[in-house]
RNA sequence: GCCCGGGUGGCGUAACAGGUAGACGCGGCGGUCUUAAACACCGCUGUCCUUCGGGGCGUGGGGGUUCAAGUCCCUCCCCGGGCACCA
């Protein structure tokens, strides 16, 4: 019987789901295990991506559940956010109906997988009875002084009518729609993610990806050095940041920042107009033009004068763009001699440059003949006090003369030593409709203070213009009263969704709790989620402020009840709450396929019938002459590409130094880049290059596809799709299939045959478990196929016993049961099992049945592989130098010279060294 | 510019602690079955040479350490990602 798998997977996950399988229940006698996969945002459908990222997520929370762990694994929707409200204003449906519908969908779509999720324990970040404690959250984080109403300049998108938090902003655009930000001066709340910016630096205890953690501290930024006031000659002080106070000898002008308060105060009624012009045309630029790097440096003089604190000296003022207001304190001392961008402000406008490093092993060097500011090891020079100091690459106070001149600094009042941070607060005020509403009162006096009641509800909004949030200008929301009864007015803005996303993890453990966020019971027992995983996009976004979410809940007192609850528990709380996540893992993302069909414009020659070419320009809308062979790719190898043109089939040579030219890449680009414009493309509506997850399920099974994709990539790092390789999965399924429901029958038994297969599935055993802990579903699911091939051979010589055959193909079918859940429970209950196979236990390898009889010692000569002889494994040197030395080709090689050396590493390989 | 991650057959990838490069799969080639094709099954498949025993070369390029290097060191090139006039 063929197996049919639309009735298998349909059968079984009606029966898991009735039978209450993947209900997961608090249990003290027995360890806990919370594996969490990211939540998707419930955007209408389930594509490759979430396949990729949920299913094997699932497979590894059931390896862990065989290994013996209570397993917690949980599902549900971030569910608030800008897409619900354009569907709203482009098709006229509310965003609560577009997104319920839209979940609705992604349910049955995700059930389909055969994931063991806990379905009971599902939240929806835009149900009420969430977004409550999403709002009750922002009030204890108020009331902890976390949560803080300030005026800022912000991001804010003419496109999305709201403000963004900077993590949103990539290359001043909104990482969303790419649609241009500019900057704006508004009152906004704030979470003061600063304040725990080393706390956040720190990632000890915690296992998670080097890249996520190099790009957290990356954005984080943080800056050692010190803080001078500078004193104006209108008597101003202004604080300035530097990392190399060491050089505030050569220190010959400052720059503030266009926006910054004092260029009012400080600038001269002469040079008023200029300033002013110079701001005007700054706040004109877009954040993009300002943040050009390549572009000649601007700025004008302010008229006013500073005071050098470390040796009083009078220096110039000047308003320049490439100093930022929202970095540091918005000005610098400019170093020119060893600064790059004040060296080319300093010739810009003619200004001295004075340096005060001697370079290492180098003569002094002349401010008026140095072509580039010097930033490097040496001694300090004409700087007083710090006169002779050796400098090095070394940042902050491991640098001598850093340390020297914070230390001087701090001696004579002039300044302190400092840590600048590049990341800002967190900006959390969204001027949009579809999110939690900010829970605060504005009273008739002037002040603030919580709303009483939580939740504040959203009103059932009644038009959405695609301006302006509609709660901006609802009266009804908006008119409320104060604790004294006074009339008030509500907050008009909602929450980031990103703090929906921020407490996830904790909603899950009790998610109808209707007393906290979470209930503490629940909590004291499943806490902290121990594998987390998820697409490392969110690097600097959800996985940073998930991070600070924690610490400050642990900080407000939120985790006071489930402490005690551990603490009766015997449970000891210290150090759970410092991080959400102990281990996090990030799946690589699922490419478009290759696709042929791109137009090629080819310039070359013929040769013998080939044509060779010198240049290839891709080009979807070349007219058919632009060239001698233009048309469509059809196939492409590593040096040649077939191009079909007009009337006939080329196949063109491409040698290393032919000139590429690909849209989106400038300038002239060589093979590689073409290799890969053509290769890799991410899947996309647009390109015509996605596939639809729901209809690979129904033609090979959800088995099939969780199957291939944990085998055809490295799963960390993902790669483009192969519509032809999912055949070899589905082949696999059969043969389990085969294997595991047709009657074996032994024929001539042999003792050595049956053991050879018991070994082989012993050994598979280990790998497929270091595999799964480790991620690595590509060489788990190798190794299986391996025992499948030993199994289809045993099979054909019918030399293995019964026994042997029934243990192999029951330790194939339980290792298999995390990453095919149906097809391999169906087999298991046909072979008379009456027990879920996703109860079994995982196996243990017997060391004695895994272990090798005989072991091939590779025979080098010269570290060159030479013969291959079997050995017992427990050889000795001795014996292993003897039987490499008997063999006849190494007999042959001994005779071409004298053996000097002999190198053994018994049982593996002896390396005989002759000349 | 700075910081991560990469570069291995036609393709996806594998190689645990420096010790048999290419496991496993896709694709391709040959064969069996079939009226035929598909499926299925069997065999071959890095590359060049070969007297068919085997031998040379081969993990982006160059150099080094070592008896032995995909793996370690130096250097350069290329690809992907992050940050970026960050003081």
Partial sequence: MDYDHQKTEREWQERWEAEGLYRSVVDWDRPKHYALTMLPYPSGDLHMGHWYAMTPSDARARYMRMKGFNVLFPMGFDAFGLPAENAAVQRNIHPAEWTWSNIERMRVQIRSMGAMIDWEREAVSCDPEYYEWTEWLFRRFYEGGIAYRGEAIVNWSPTLQTVLANEQVIDGKDERTGQPVIQKKMEQWFFSITDYADELLNFTGIDWPEPVKAMQTNWIGRSEGAEVIFEMETGDEVPVFTTRPDTLWGATFMVLAPEHPLVDTLMTEEHRVAVDEYRVAAAAQSELERMQTDKEKTGVFTGGYAINPVNEQRIPVWVADYVLLSYGSGAIMAVPAHDQRDFEFARQFGLPIAPVIRPKGGDRLNGDTMEAAYIGPGTMVDSGPIDGVVTTDAKGRANPSVAAAIDWLEEHGAGTEAINYRMRDWLISRQRYWGAPIPMIYRADGTVEPAPDLPVLLPEAPEFTGGPSPLATDEAFLATVDSDGNPARRDSDTLDTFMCSSWYPYRYLSPHYDASAFDPDEAAYWLPVDTYTGGAEHATMHLLYTRFFTKAMRDVGVFADTETAMRAHGRDPEGLFDEPMTQSRNQGQILGEERPGDRLVVAGEWVDGRFVAESIRVDDHAASD?????????????????????????????????????????????????????????????????????????????????????????????????????????????????????????????????????????????????????????????????????????????AVSLEAWNEAVDLLLVLLAPIAPHVTEEIWSQRGNAESIHLQSWPEADPEVAADQTVTLVVQVNGKVRDRVEVSPDIDEETAIAAAMASERIQEWLTKGEVRKIIARPPNLVNLVIN
Avoid at 641 to 669: R, W
Avoid at 710 to 739: C, L, Y
């Fill in 626 to 798: 632009a060239g001698p062979v233009v048309g469509e790719l059809i196939r492409r190898t590593e040096r040649t590409l077939q191009v079909q043109t007009a009337d006939h089939m080329v196949t063109v040579e491409v040698p290393e130094d032919a000139e590429v030219e690909v849209p989106g890449i400038d300038g002239i680009n060589d093979v590689t880049q073409l290799r890969h414009y053509l290769e890799v493309q991410r899947m996309s509506k647009s390109k015509g290059n996605t596939v639809n997850p729901d209809e690979l399920v129904e033609r090979y099974g959800a088995d099939t596809v969780r199957l291939y994709l944990m085998f055809a990539f490295d799963w960390e790092k993902g790669g483009p799709w192969d519509s032809r390789g999912i055949s070899g999965a589905r082949r696999f399924i059969e043969d389990v299939w085969k294997i595991g429901t047709t009657e074996y029958e032994p024929g001539t038994v042999s003792a050595d045959a049956s053991l050879a297969l018991r070994r082989a599935a012993h050994q598979t055993i280990t790998k497929v478990d270091r595999d799964m802990e480790a991620f690595k579903w590509n060489t788990a699911i190798a190794a299986l196929m391996t025992l499948r091939n030993d199994l289809l051979e045993a099979r054909r010589t019918t």
